[in-house]
Each structure stands twice: as C-alpha cells, then as structure tokens.
DNA sequence: GTAATAACATACCGATTAGTATGTTTGCGG
DNA sequence: CCGCAAACATACTAATCGGTATGTTATTAC
C-alpha cells in the first residue's frame, strides 16, 4: 500500500466513525483532520467536495462492512431462518464495532440523507438492497427445500426483516440496549412462523 | 389567542416543517425565521435558545400529533389486533402530513439527536414510550376478552410493533412509497399470529 | 393620558463552515 | 542526481452559524 493510498484510508476511517457518532452533517472537514496529521491539502487533494468523499465512504468501507456482516452470514446457509436470526444476533449483540447509542451507520446515513442528497442516497441504496436480496435469496432458497411455506413472499418477508433492523437500531438509540433482546425474541417468533 | 402566543405558534410551526424535511442540525434559526415576517428578536424572545426551541417543538407539537394518530386510535379498542392494523394503515397512507420521502419527524429526531442532545433525547424518548404504552395497553386488553393468547409477552410484541413502524419509516425514506404497502401486508399477518 | 413593560426589530459579533489559491516537500523515473 | 509530477501543507476567503446588545413599537395597568 502506497502512503497517498494509506493517507486517502485515514481519512476515509476517521470519517466513518465520526460521521457514525455525529452524523453526515454535524461532522465538518476540519474535525475529521484534527485528530490526524494531515490538513486540508491532502483532503481536497483525495476528494473533490464533501459529498465525493461520503460516496467513497459508504462504496468503500461501510458497503464491505455490511456485505461482511450481514450478507455473507446469510450466503449458502442450509437453514435459512436460523442463519438470519444467527447473523442478526451476531450483529447486534457481537460485533465490536457497533454501539448501542449510535446505532448503524448504512441506517443512520440513510435517515439523515436519502431526502437530501440525492448521490449519497443511491450509493446507500445500493448497499440496502444488498441486503434485502441476501435475506430474500436465503428464504428462497429455505422454500426450495421445503423449510419454508411456500406461498410466503420471499420479497415481502426479506423487506419486513430488513425493516426491523432499521427499525431496532433507531429504537436502540432512543431505549438503549435493553430493546436489542427483546427485539430478538420476537424475531424468533416471527421466524418461526414462516415455517 | 393573544398575538404573542401567536407568533411562538408561528415560529414553532415553521420550524416543524423545515426540521421535518431538513432535520434539526440541518434547519438554521435564520432559516426558519426567512419566510416568516419575524427576525432574531422574535425568536430569542420567545426562546432562550436553539435547544430549548427544539424542546417546546417536540413537547408542544410532536406530542400532541402522535397522541392524535398514534395514541388515540388504540384506545379503548374492541378489537386491538384489527385497531393497531386500521391505526398503522392510516397513518402510514392517509395522513396527510406525513410524506414518505421524509418519514417521520419523531423517528428522524429520535435517529439524529439520541446520542447528541440529551435534552432532546428524553424529549423524544417520552414521546414514544407513549406510543408504545398505547399498543402494549391495547394488546393487554385484548388477553384480557381472550382474542390474543395469554402467553404472549404484551411489552414485547409492542416494542417490536414500534420498531416495525420507526423501521418503515427510516425505509421509506430511502425505498420510497412502494415499501409500505409490502409492510403493512407482513405487519397483518404478524398480528395474525398474536391471536 | 402616561408610565412601564411586553413584544418585537436592527445591527452586530466571534466562531465555524466548505472550499480555494498558492506554496512546499516527497518520491520516482531516466 | 536531477527534474518533474505527485502528495501534501499553509494561508486565506466568503458565507453561514448561534447568540447578543441595543434600539423601537405595541399593550396594558393605573
């Protein structure tokens, strides 16, 4: 790794997790250079704008990090409902770089910026669609070996789990990280009802 | 209404709307106050600070519209599983406040200032404990008549109804209007299985 | 009517913002 | 080792931010 390449990548992660504790808007250039060594002419030189620079953000680390994460879990699972509710777990009880507080940052990002900027909203798409269709791949996939009804709507049930994540890392913000457990339980229930 | 209540009203009304679209951090004081006929003084006199704006925005309107759409529909509901449903179809479609492409304004305050404000945040926390009161009361009337089975954990079946909501608001957002259709189906047949 | 105070308007301030213009250094090919 | 572009650093700008100080007008009490 060149050292402009690894300069481009200290800042691209020091966004990220201030952006993920802040927000988008409310962190500004100059914080994300403070704490490291660099300044404003290595920023403008490895990004146009702001805004380029949150495009490569969520291309280039928050995109693998899903695809990591909750994607590849749910890949060639042979039991889909215990894949999903085993990689949602994981996800929110394991993984050490989410904090209850400051929730996800593909769901964040999207809350604060799909009705704003329109380039940043497509990128977040992308990586939202990623993981509807590895929820919707793993329940089809449950129905072709007879685990799951099959008159259920792989869709429409991948759409209503991909929900409850949004949903439950916003509510972690506000409940804190007592709402996680419960959250699971239920989404056992209603796992098990798609059998 | 005396003329000074009048423009608090005023200004608190704009800033709902411009918050709404743009979020808190997003939405300036100078903004909110540009297409009304007041300035600063107006707003520093109704107001010691951004903050507190925020917080008589949050108690004094927000409070208030979800009591409306959220809390009362469930009360005293005959049928809770059919009344949360016939609740959840009309505000997600029919209110007219609400746009899809800007969610909600209790979630989205709920995503952006959990971690940052805690003012704000209890704020809002009270707002939607509300919420999920009114569905977790309704839910406990209905084991009481016998029409939801009585093992069900009353708390944690609203909590996951709360988070279905503040999810497909976040969704909604990014997928657009398309998204609340597939919800609501899924969220009926959940409500099924409470029976 | 006339103070006195409430309810604003106007003008300003220091701090911060994204972004630019222009320098300086570093690394690498020939 | 030398030249030249890549990879930065420094210094600046105009705009905007939340907030203040001070003025002016409207309302009310007596």
Redesign the pocket.
């Known amino acids: 790794m ?3 390449v ?3 990548l200290t800042i691209l992660q020091k966004a990220l997790t201030l952006i993920y504790r802040q927000g988008y808007g409310m ?5 994300i250079l403070a704490t490291t ?6 920023f ?3 990004f ?4 380029e620079m949150g495009l490569a953000l969520i291309q280039e680390l928050i995109k693998p990090a899903m695809e990591e994460a909750f994607v590849k879990p749910l890949a060639k699972s042979s039991q889909p409902t215990q894949a999903i509710y085993t990689m949602m777990k994981q996800l929110l009880l394991k993984d050490p770089f989410f904090e209850v507080q400051y929730g996800c940052p593909a769901v964040n990002l999207a809350s604060e910026l799909s009705a704003a900027n329109e380039p940043l909203h497509q990128a977040l798409l992308e990586v939202m669609r990623q993981c509807q269709q590895a929820v919707q791949s793993s329940i089809e996939r449950g129905q072709a070996t007879g685990q799951i009804r099959p008159e259920l709507q792989a869709d429409q049930a991948a759409d209503f789990i991909l929900v409850g994540y949004s949903g439950i890392r916003n509510l972690g913000k506000l409940f804190g990280r007592s709402c996680y457990q419960t959250y699971l339980r239920e989404l056992k229930r209603y796992l098990q009802t798609l059998t």
Request: net charge positive; charged share 30%; proline share 0%.
């Open positions: 060149t050292k402009a690894s300069t481009r962190t500004s250039i100059d914080t060594q660099l300044t404003k002419g290595a403008f030189y490895h146009r704008n702001k805004e």
